[in-house]
């Protein structure tokens, strides 16, 4: 590793990235353009970013560490993932977007009432600022250890950098991020496998000499038990995680948005593969890795076999996708915060201006508090351990009721309140309480059942009982009022508002065919430090560069000319 090339490239890319964030501090007119861009986003957009937003450096860290120690059981465990989009894309993401709410909490609020959506706001900002603090420390480790830099100075530098490009660009710069991170690193990957190989002495010498079991589909801790639990899991947290549904509602109509969830669930059928070869070839060159020393697997094969520069791209690459990861919950945190407290309670006659003011300085607070939960994670047992246990204790109990209730007419607001406690109560005695007590706790496959299963097993019966008492919920009728409501009001188009929407997307597209262009020639300019790679990163940049005509040829499809259609229309 050259570290004066890499540390170059890495300020330099870093650098254009935060140009590109800064060129849409103004196309955020008001809360639908800054957090759901007009509600236009083109699909295939909308899910690459749903793509990237769900990845980060703990892919590398958190599961690398994994495909190092067990292997190919890595790679089933984030199958599970494709199981969650797929599930999502048939029956979650089009009614999501047909609910006609520009946020899950809206929807929670209107459909189960004010004092559940007051509750779930509250836990869902913890939870995302512990989830997204993870993802921080994952890229902060990697760099630091790359670099030779401080870990706890590096986790705030780089939180600092995030929280900015957030509270600037809105969803629109957030998505831009996504697209360009997807490319670095599916280039960066597709340079690194057939290196890892070649140093790793072949196929036929890693496939001989990998421990037993090292390619089973299951493996260690990580039985069948976990893998059903944990698909489980990616159905409630893809289809109503509260980042996720944003992807749904940001485009056009229900069928759009599932096939945002498709294009995810097509991408983690090949994408695990792709990414944690590298960890398990490691193994056969270096099997003496323990600990949390596992977790810079990835990172260790990435600076034996890359030549200069390529290194300082991929870190910068792993920073912005953990950035992009970040960047999507701070939007949707800010925008919960400002839409659903702040317009909500706060001040509901709040102007355009002011709510925008407002999501800015939220954007700055909820990340403070994320680059907090960062500095702790090595203290609780590392990202994998602080990973899956969030998962396993929160993941159902939030997320499961409000997917039940885009189907049923019977759950109420109460009956969520009590499924959510008993449900977050039980499996926090079992996490924390008896292990203190007693010294033990449950297996990693039985923490995930008990954490899906469970409140999955109390919606079902409390079903049951109001199908068999003829009950239907009061908020349900309610909703359903308000809907009907809605259909029969007519509203003045903004014909200026539609215009600008235009303008944010054509905008968007045109720089993300300048950003490809960008990282393409940034390549090209790194093969003269590619020895004997020259060849295959020159194949690789003219492949992004022509790539960045797709979304060129998108922008010119999108008309900026004023509206000359009706003066009104219905409202969805």
């Known amino acids: 590793m050259n570290t004066v090339i890499d540390t170059s490239v890495i300020i330099v890319f870093s650098l254009f990235i935060m140009l590109v964030g800064f060129s849409f501090s103004r196309t955020g007119r008001n809360l639908k353009s800054f957090f759901a861009a007009g509600e236009s986003v083109p699909w295939f957009i909308g899910g690459l970013s749903l793509f990237m937003s769900f990845f980060s450096a703990g892919t590398f860290v958190a599961w690398g560490s994994i495909a190092y120690k067990?292997?190919?059981?890595?790679i089933t465990i984030q199958w599970t993932m494709c199981i969650g989009g797929l599930v999502t894309g048939l029956y979650l993401a089009p009614r999501w977007k047909a609910t006609g709410n520009l946020t899950a909490a809206e929807f929670i609020r209107e459909r189960l009432g004010v004092d559940v959506?007051?509750?779930?706001?509250?836990?869902?900002?913890?939870?995302?600022?512990?989830?997204?603090?993870?993802?921080?420390?994952?890229?902060?480790?990697?760099?630091?250890?790359?670099?030779?830099?401080?870990?706890?100075?590096?986790?705030?530098?780089?939180?600092l950098f995030m929280i900015a490009y957030t509270a600037v660009g809105g969803l629109w710069a957030v998505m831009?991020?996504?697209?360009?991170?997807?490319?670095?690193?599916?280039?960066?990957?597709?340079?690194?496998?057939?290196?890892?190989?070649?140093?790793?002495?072949?196929?036929?010498h890693f496939l001989h000499f990998s421990p037993e079991g090292f390619f089973s589909v299951v493996n260690g801790e990580y039985t069948w038990g976990f893998i059903l639990a944990f698909a489980l899991?990616?159905?409630?947290?893809?289809?109503?995680?509260?980042?996720?549904?944003?992807?749904?509602?940001?485009?056009d109509v229900p069928r759009s948005a599932s096939k945002v969830a498709y294009l995810f669930a097509g991408l983690y059928i090949i994408s695990p593969v792709l990414w944690m070869l590298p960890p398990m070839l490691y193994k056969?060159?270096?099997?003496?890795?323990?600990?949390?020393?596992?977790?810079?697997?990835?990172?260790?094969?990435?600076?034996?076999?890359?030549?200069?520069?390529?290194?300082?791209?991929?870190?910068?690459?792993?920073?912005?996708s953990t950035s992009a990861s970040a960047n999507t919950a701070l939007n949707v945190v800010s925008a919960v915060f400002t839409n659903d407290i702040y317009k909500g309670s706060i001040n509901p006659k709040a102007s355009d201006k002011k709510l925008m003011s407002v999501a800015r300085i939220s954007s700055w607070f909820f990340g403070l508090g994320m680059i907090c939960i960062a500095l702790i994670v090595p203290y609780i047992g590392g990202i994998v351990e602080f990973t899956l246990s969030i998962g396993a204790v929160t993941g159902g109990p939030l997320l499961a009721p409000p997917i039940w209730a885009l189907f049923s007419k019977r759950l109420t607001g109460k009956a969520?309140?009590?499924?959510?406690?008993i449900s977050l109560a039980t499996n926090l005695v079992f996490k924390i309480i008896l292990p203190l007590v007693y010294g033990t706790g449950l297996s990693r496959a039985n923490e995930m059942l008990l954490g899906v299963g469970l409140p999955f097993v109390m919606l079902a019966l409390y079903e049951a009982y109001a199908y068999y008492k003829g009950l239907t919920s009061n908020e349900y009728i309610q909703l359903k009022a308000l809907r009907t409501q809605r259909r029969e009001t007519v509203r003045e188009i903004d014909e200026k508002e539609e215009l600008e929407i235009r303008k944010q997307n054509k905008f968007g597209l045109k720089v993300i065919a300048f950003s490809l262009s960008f990282i393409a020639l940034l390549l090209f300019g790194l093969c003269f430090f590619s020895g004997k790679s020259a060849t295959l990163v020159a194949g690789i940049a003219t492949v992004i560069l022509l790539t960045a005509a797709i979304p060129l040829r998108a922008s010119r499809k999108v008309k900026v000319d004023p509206v000359t259609s009706t003066s009104a229309h219905l409202v969805n």
């Open 70 to 74: 067990y292997g190919w059981v890595a």
């Open 117 to 159: 959506q007051k509750i779930y706001i509250y836990i869902f900002m913890v939870v995302s600022l512990l989830i997204k603090g993870s993802v921080l420390y994952s890229v902060a480790r990697l760099v630091s250890a790359s670099l030779g830099l401080p870990l706890m100075p590096s986790t705030v530098v780089l939180g």
């Open 176 to 204: 831009v991020t996504d697209i360009l991170q997807f490319v670095i690193l599916t280039a960066a990957i597709l340079i690194i496998i057939p290196l890892a190989f070649d140093a790793a002495g072949g196929v036929q």
């Open 233 to 251: 899991y990616h159905v409630f947290y893809i289809g109503g995680n509260w980042t996720f549904v944003q992807r749904y509602t940001s485009v």
């Open 284 to 320: 056969s060159i270096n099997p003496g890795l323990q600990g949390l020393e596992t977790e810079n697997a990835y990172l260790m094969m990435c600076q034996h076999v890359l030549p200069a520069g390529l290194m300082g791209l991929i870190l910068t690459g792993m920073y912005f």
């Open 416 to 421: 969520t309140l009590y499924i959510t406690g």
